[in-house]
């Protein structure tokens, strides 16, 4: 593996007001279902329990291997300290998938996004214990950093897995794929990059292979779902489904 400079190292004073990681910005922090800019947000905070280890690892960690959001653009490459394919985290929970895939492969990096602190501070403690170089977080909402931060084809690959599958009918507004959020993240992805969505909510499912079959910037890798790739982990949740019978559907789709 290419031998990752410390995050910090490589960041000048021009580039400190991006990287420079702070506390979250959404501690405990009840928002409303619209942004100050208009879009729904696809996540609500909850007064979850965040434990010590969880907290700590936010207040030691964070500055390390947080990176501000910032209304500018993100230049990944200083961020990450090398040039090497850049993969999207939308929504790492708290974060096994993340490390896991990180680890497995240490010639990409990971720039994985969460609102949720638990989950951050979860993630942190995974990168600090298993020593991993590759991941750079941002807990802030993806509709925005993408919008403000991800330059255009700067990306190789988005994972989105399981994202928040918002079951009742009057809350699938608040669902994270939808037409016009997937036509705003394939400009950011480079041509031959990739989107992978996976959701174990059979009418999630559907409505999102109908929205990345009907991007005229995404070609389907299959033919309909997609086999679950080998790099993602089944995670313990995942298990448990599969044993009872539920199903999981993996979309994978390449920009042309
Ligand atoms: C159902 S969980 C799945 C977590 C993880 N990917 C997994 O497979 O276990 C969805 C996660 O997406 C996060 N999320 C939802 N909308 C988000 C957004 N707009 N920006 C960042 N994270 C978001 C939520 O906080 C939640 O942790």
Redesign the pocket.
């Known amino acids: 593996m290419t031998e990752l400079p410390k995050p910090g190292k490589h960041h000048n004073a021009a580039s400190a007001q991006a990287n420079v990681a702070t506390r979250a910005d959404y501690c405990g922090v009840i928002l409303p279902e619209r942004s100050d800019r208009g879009h729904i947000?696809?996540?609500v905070l909850r007064q979850g329990r965040v434990s010590p280890a969880q907290q700590r690892a936010c207040d030691t960690l964070l500055p390390r291997y947080g990176i501000q959001y910032a209304t500018q653009l993100l230049d990944l490459t200083q961020a990450f300290g090398r040039d090497a394919p850049k993969i999207l985290e939308?929504?790492?929970?708290?974060g096994d998938?993340t490390a896991a895939i990180a680890l497995a492969h240490p010639e990409n990096d990971c720039l994985a996004?969460?609102?949720?602190t638990p989950?951050v501070g979860s993630l942190l403690n995974l990168i600090d214990a298993q020593q991993i170089g590759n991941i750079r977080i941002i807990q802030h909402?993806?509709?925005e950093v993408l919008r403000d931060m991800i330059a255009k084809e700067a990306l190789d690959g988005v994972h989105i897995?399981?994202?928040?599958p918002w079951h009742k009918t009057r809350h699938n507004k608040r669902r994270?794929i939808q037409a016009p959020f997937i036509a705003q993240l394939v400009q950011k992805i480079k041509p031959g990059g990739y989107i992978h969505a996976a959701t174990d909510w059979q009418d999630y499912a559907r409505q999102a292979l109908a929205v990345l079959s009907a991007e005229p910037l995404l070609e389907n890798t299959a033919a309909g779902y997609a086999p679950r790739p080998d790099y993602r982990p089944l995670?313990k949740?995942e298990q448990r489904g599969l044993r009872l019978g539920h199903g999981v559907w993996d979309m994978v789709f390449r920009r042309v």
């Open positions: 947000r696809s996540f939308i929504g790492f929970g708290m998938s996004l969460e609102v949720h989950g909402d993806a509709v897995f399981f994202p928040d994270l995670t949740f």
